[in-house]
């Protein structure tokens, strides 16, 4: 079993920055990641993708985010990181951590992002 621990949330005005971290861990002192990556949730919507990273390094935007979110992630730390600059109102949801590890899927609790003036 992997849990995930997220980080960094909070409010911002339009046009700022935060930075999510989403830390994994395990009771197993070895246990491996394949993908990490980060969700979202605006009230009355579906989570939707925001941002994954491989093991290697590769990554994945949502339309919405590029130019905008970089993810990043430091294996040796199992940490996932999000930068998120130029934030919008539309950007306010709950971001939640995801990490894989062949079939099994995992979350973390979420962390509230609100973007307002």
């Known amino acids: 079993q992997v849990q995930l621990a997220e980080s960094g949330g909070g409010s911002v005005q339009p046009g700022g920055s935060l930075r999510l971290s989403c830390a994994a861990s395990?009771?197993?002192?070895?246990?491996?990641?394949?993908?990490m990556g980060w969700y979202r949730q605006a009230p009355g919507k579906q989570r939707e993708l925001v941002a994954t990273?491989?093991?290697?390094?590769?990554?994945n935007y949502a339309d919405s985010v590029k130019e905008r979110f970089t993810i990043s992630r430091d294996n040796a730390k199992k940490t996932v990181y999000l930068q998120m600059n130029s934030l919008k109102p539309e950007d306010t949801a709950v971001y939640y951590c995801?990490?894989?590890?062949?079939?099994?899927?995992?979350w973390g609790q979420g962390t509230q992002v609100t973007v307002s003036s």
């Open positions: 395990s009771s197993r002192s070895i246990f491996f990641i394949d993908d």
């Open positions: 990273i491989t093991d290697g390094g590769r990554t």
């Open positions: 995801n990490a894989k590890r062949w079939s099994n899927d995992y």
